[in-house]
């Protein structure tokens, strides 16, 4: 009987070797670069932490400076400015959608034969059921499709945006969200069949506006004096205990052995909501350091050196085929992402293929015309407006919110900022005055992508939207 036993576990450890990894793809909304605790020992992160500390701590992976575009380059691999979402964030009444012309990280991992499940927040447009998650690439679905709803009655005013696959989730109105996709992604992992390789998306709201938490969280942190940072801090703690119980559920399924976790922030934190990128410069919704710098690590299978960080340049289009490339599967090649996953996986940052990037291109409104930064080796250009706030801000702890720069807003792509980000990660050190010639050849690199950016999509907002006609529900089936 024992010889059987012992016959079997091999058979099965054979098996599991050859299956490819699960994938666990954890997005943390709005969490700022200096909000966990394996940067900041004031935050109390103790499962993402472990995670990060035993993985690989990625020190310059880039994001957009808003949701709907980073998540457009998760999922798709392209450059926001390529495929038209280079302009802010999506909003709930208009009538667009990432063009469904691109293929989705989740339809290229279904060919790799997995099972795909979504919990959490989707941002990417939901106009027409096409556009909606189950459509592109996911079996399952439980999440909203918007944002900046409340964490309990999961409402944006007075209309609900939460859905079950395609059914308005009614039912958990008064139950924080972090309890319920940790709880989604649970009953996922239960349920799941070992015979085949998972995929989880995991874009949690913590810890996006509004600033809302379980007291339990709030009390956490009796040092913390400013009312606003004290919540907010609880949020990533709630967020990191939603991190442990599913990582203690693919331990009980025997599946974390074989699960590979990416985690990121989706851009850098708003510091306007108590969120901080210190010692970074600027925040959200600026092409600072502070907004585009991701809080980023990997951890688990195929990882060679681990308990490391990695500097290699890294950006958000690459998740999508260097998850592929872990999966077993040849990345597409007509995307903007390129691989990382041999370089990641043997800490090699040195091999990192990625020389270059554009932190945003956005032309929509004609006062920022010619406004643009872009990465080259060491150096960042910065043309014109960056964004609001500027400046370097440590995490709120005074009894009163502090006040940032009033908006100070540049027309078209004046001043030119240079900055060694390698040497001068903090943006203190404008070099343009010094380094004429350097500006002058990323700014002509900035013209070449110009020629490939496609305008906006960004309708004004359509009435065909109102909830009212889907029984107060955000819903498709107006475009
Ligand atoms: C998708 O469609 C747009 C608009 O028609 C086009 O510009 C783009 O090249 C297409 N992309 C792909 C990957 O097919
Ligand atoms: C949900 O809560 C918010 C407060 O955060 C409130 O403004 C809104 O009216 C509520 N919506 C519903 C449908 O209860
Ligand atoms: C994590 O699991 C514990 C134990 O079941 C539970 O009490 C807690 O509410 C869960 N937390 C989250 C954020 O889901
Ligand atoms: C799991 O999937 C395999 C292969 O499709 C199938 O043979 C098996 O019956 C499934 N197991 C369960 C418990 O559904
Ligand atoms: C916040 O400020 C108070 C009062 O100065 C101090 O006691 C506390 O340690 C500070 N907390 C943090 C997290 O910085
Ligand atoms: C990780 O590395 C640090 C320093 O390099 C060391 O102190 C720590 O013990 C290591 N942790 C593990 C889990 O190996």
Not at 73 to 82: D, I, Q, R, V
Not at 177 to 194: C, G, L
Not at 260 to 274: H, K, M, Q, R, S
Request: net charge negative.
């Amino acid at each position: 009987m024992e010889k059987f036993i012992l016959v079997l576990l091999s058979v099965l450890v054979s098996c599991a070797a050859t299956q490819p990894p699960n994938i666990v793809f954890i997005v943390a909304d709005d969490l700022g670069w200096n909000d966990v605790g394996f940067r900041n020992p004031h935050m109390k992160t103790p499962n993402i932490d472990k995670l990060a500390t035993e993985g690989i701590i990625f020190e310059s992976a880039y994001v957009q400076p808003y949701c709907s575009p980073s998540r457009t380059a998760f999922m798709s691999g392209m450059f926001p400015f390529k495929v038209g979402m280079q302009h802010k964030v999506l909003s709930d009444d208009q009538a667009v959608c990432v063009p469904l012309n691109y293929t989705f990280l989740p339809q290229e991992l279904k060919k790799l034969g997995y099972a795909t499940h979504m919990v959490g927040k989707w941002h990417l447009g939901f106009c027409k059921w096409e556009c909606t998650p189950t459509y592109r690439g996911f079996d399952t679905f439980f999440g909203y499709y918007s944002a900046m709803e409340d964490y309990f009655n999961h409402s944006i005013g007075a209309y609900l945006d939460y859905r079950d696959d395609k059914l308005p989730a009614w039912d958990y109105r008064g139950e924080y969200s972090a309890y319920t996709f940790a709880q989604k992604a649970i009953d996922i992992i239960n349920q799941h069949n070992v015979s085949q390789p998972l995929f989880m998306y995991l874009p949690y709201q913590n810890v996006h506006a509004p600033i809302e938490v379980p007291e339990k969280y709030y009390n956490m942190y009796p040092n913390v004096i400013n009312e606003g940072r004290r919540t907010f801090s609880g949020m990533v703690s709630a967020l990191d205990e939603a991190v442990g119980n599913v990582t203690s559920a693919l331990k009980e399924k025997g599946l974390f052995e074989n699960t590979l976790i990416l985690f990121t922030a989706d851009n850098g934190g708003p510091v306007e909501a108590y969120a901080s990128n210190w010692p970074l410069r600027g925040g959200k919704h600026t092409i600072w350091e502070g907004g585009t710098r991701g809080t980023s690590f990997m951890y688990g299978a195929g990882l060679k050196k681990t308990n490391t960080t990695y500097n290699g340049m890294l950006h958000a289009v690459d998740w999508k085929p260097t998850l592929v490339s872990a999966a077993g599967g040849s990345p597409e090649t007509s995307i903007d992402g390129i691989s990382h996953w041999e370089s990641i996986r043997n800490g090699d940052q040195w091999s990192s293929h990625r020389t270059e990037f554009i932190y945003n291109l956005d032309d929509f409104e004609p006062a920022l015309e010619g406004h643009a930064a872009i990465r080259v080796g060491d150096y960042k250009l910065i043309l014109g407006y960056p964004g609001t706030p500027d400046g370097w801000h440590e995490p709120m702890n005074k009894t009163q919110d502090y006040l940032f720069d009033s908006f100070i807003y540049f027309k078209g792509d004046n001043p030119a900022r240079l900055f060694n980000v390698q040497s001068d990660p903090t943006e203190r050190y404008d070099m343009s005055s010094i380094k004429p010639e350097i500006v002058d050849q990323l700014r002509a690199r900035i013209d070449d992508y110009r020629k490939q950016m496609v305008p906006a999509l960004f309708p004004p907002h359509d009435p065909a939207s109102n909830p009212k006609k889907f029984g107060n529900v955000w819903s498709p089936g107006w475009c």
